[in-house]
T-cell receptor
């Protein structure tokens, strides 16, 4: 198993550009989530999904969209990038949301100029 | 809302010695889960240890153990026989049981641990 994979590893965007951060897992996990990590802030939940076709907002959802058309994939879309979205983004998955250990991807580092 | 506090931003320990990382949390829930994650320079998030609040026995995982004090809402991580590979940022995290579709991890701000040779 590849586990949780994320692409790209690093991306530079200009303000106003859009892009999609990809996340995929091959463990047949139902629960997937996106976090952002900023210095001194820990990780904060952006969006999550408890299964294909079901998504919900986390703590900091503004400026981001998600969809879950398959169990394996959970892309995160930035509609109009802003410098405040400069961060490291982590995707995570688990078999179920309840008390399950979450497996994290390697992260995507995003710089918005 | 749950909060997780890691008040020490940095710690240092000599190789082979023992170090304890502190974490406190605030919740009104009686049943929940606590985690310690390790983030080495590679930035990958790695689960170190997990504790279920309903279990009185402290979790252990090889050189890693926790001191879980439910009444005090404290969850510290002890690393024994520290190794250079333990150098990383460590995050304490809280998860409440699923209610509807609203389960998530709440993280502390992290502590940077340096192991000195």
């Amino acid at each position: 198993n590849a586990g949780v994979t994320q692409t790209p590893k690093f991306q530079v965007l200009k303000t106003g550009q859009s892009m999609t951060l990809q996340c995929a897992q091959d463990m047949n996990h139902e629960y997937m989530s996106w976090y952002r990590q900023d210095p001194g802030m820990g990780l904060r939940l952006i969006h999550y999904s408890v299964g294909a076709g079901i998504t919900d907002q986390g703590e900091v959802p503004n400026g981001y969209n998600v969809s879950r058309s398959t169990t394996e994939d959970f892309p995160l879309r930035l509609l109009s990038a802003a410098p405040s979205q400069t961060s490291v983004y982590f995707c995570a998955s688990s078999y179920a949301a309840v008390q399950e250990t979450q497996y994290f991807g390697p992260g995507t580092r995003l710089l918005v100029l | 809302a749950q909060t997780v506090t890691q008040s020490q931003p940095e710690m240092s320990v000599q190789e082979a010695e023992t170090v304890t990382l502190s974490c406190t949390y605030d919740t009104s829930e009686s049943n929940y889960y606590l985690f310690w994650y390790k983030q080495p320079p590679s930035r990958q998030m790695i689960l170190v240890i997990r504790q279920e609040a309903y279990k009185q026995q402290n979790a252990t995982e090889n050189r890693f153990s926790v001191n879980f004090q439910k009444a005090a809402k404290s969850f510290s991580l002890k690393i024994s026989d520290s190794q250079l590979g333990d150098t990383a940022m460590y995050f304490c995290a809280f998860m409440k049981p699923l209610t509807g579709a609203n389960s998530k991890l709440t993280f502390g701000k992290g502590i940077t641990l340096s192991v000195r040779p």
